[in-house]
C-alpha cells in the first residue's frame, strides 16, 4: 500500500526559504509516474502547487510558479518542495500526494500532511 | 483558470438520510475531470470519485457521483455517522488544477 510521509520545519521566517521533503513507501516513484504538492490553509482553502514527472518534468501553479521548486530523488524515493521569499500567506498544511499515471490525474492518495507557520 | 463552486455551504441531515452535494464549473471540464474527496477533522482529504462517476477502491457503493460539462453532483445514500466530513470538488483536466470551497455535512 503506497503511503507518503511529508516532513520539514514546522516554523519558517518571513523572506526565507520553505523546504520539505515526501519520503514514498510502498511502491517505487518511478512505479506511479507522477507526483504532487497540494496545501490547504484557511483562507485559501485547498491549493495545487506542483506536479512533477518521475523522470524530472514539472507542472507548476502559475500563482506560485515564480518561488516554487519541485524535484525527485529516486535513489531516496523521495520528492522535495521549496518555497521561496515565504509570507505569513504561506502558512498551511502542505500535502504530497501521488498523482498517477498521466500529466492530468486525481489525487490518491494523500500524505497526513506538515503544518507550516510562516512567523519571526 | 476554472473555479468550481460548491453549494451549499453546510448541509445539516441526520444519519439515515441522504445528501445530495453540487459543485459547478465556470467552464465545461473535459473528459469529466472531476473528482470528490473527503476530508475528517485533523485528516488529509481521501479520494471518492473520480472522473466524475468512478468510485475510488474501497468507497462504499452509497458514494455515487454524477454529472457532465459544467454541473456534477456527489450523492450520499443512507448518511452513516462516519459521513458527517467536509467534501471539495476537484478538476483536474487542465492547468491549474483547482479545488471547490468544500461543503460541510454535519448533524442536523
Known amino acids: 500500500q503506497l503511503q507518503l510521509q511529508e516532513s520539514g520545519p514546522g516554523l519558517v521566517r518571513p523572506s526565507e526559504t520553505l523546504s520539505l521533503t515526501c519520503k514514498i513507501s510502498?511502491?517505487?516513484?518511478?512505479?506511479?509516474?507522477?507526483w504532487g504538492w497540494v496545501r490547504q490553509s484557511p483562507g485559501r482553502g485547498l491549493e495545487w502547487i506542483a506536479n512533477?514527472?518521475?523522470?524530472?518534468?514539472?507542472h507548476y501553479n502559475p500563482s506560485l510558479k515564480s518561488r516554487v521548486t519541485i524535484s525527485v530523488e529516486s535513489s531516496e524515493n523521495q520528492i522535495s518542495l521549496h518555497l521561496t521569499s515565504v509570507t505569513a500567506a504561506d502558512t498551511a498544511v502542505y500535502y504530497c500526494?501521488?498523482?498517477?499515471?498521466?500529466?492530468?490525474?486525481?489525487?490518491?492518495?494523500w500524505g497526513q500532511g506538515t503544518l507550516v507557520t510562516v512567523s519571526s | 483558470e476554472i473555479v468550481l463552486t460548491q453549494s451549499p455551504g453546510t448541509l445539516s441531515l441526520s444519519p439515515g438520510e441522504r445528501a445530495t452535494l453540487s459543485c459547478r464549473a465556470s467552464?465545461?471540464?473535459?473528459?469529466?475531470?472531476l473528482a470528490w474527496y473527503q476530508q475528517k477533522s485533523g485528516q488529509a482529504p481521501r479520494l471518492l470519485i473520480y472522473?466524475?462517476?468512478g468510485r475510488a477502491t474501497g468507497i462504499p457503493d452509497r458514494f455515487s457521483g454524477s454529472g457532465s460539462g459544467t454541473d456534477f453532483t456527489l450523492t450520499i445514500n443512507r448518511l452513516e455517522p462516519e459521513d458527517f466530513a467536509v467534501y471539495y470538488c476537484q478538476h483536474y483536466g487542465s492547468s491549474p488544477r483547482t479545488f471547490g470551497q468544500g461543503t460541510k455535512v454535519d448533524f442536523k
Open positions: 472522473g466524475a462517476s
Open positions: 500526494v501521488s498523482a498517477g499515471w498521466s500529466l492530468y490525474n486525481w489525487f490518491d492518495p
Open positions: 512533477i514527472y518521475y523522470g524530472g518534468n514539472t
Open positions: 510502498g511502491g517505487s516513484i518511478d512505479s506511479h509516474y507522477y
Open positions: 467552464q465545461t471540464l473535459s473528459s469529466n475531470s
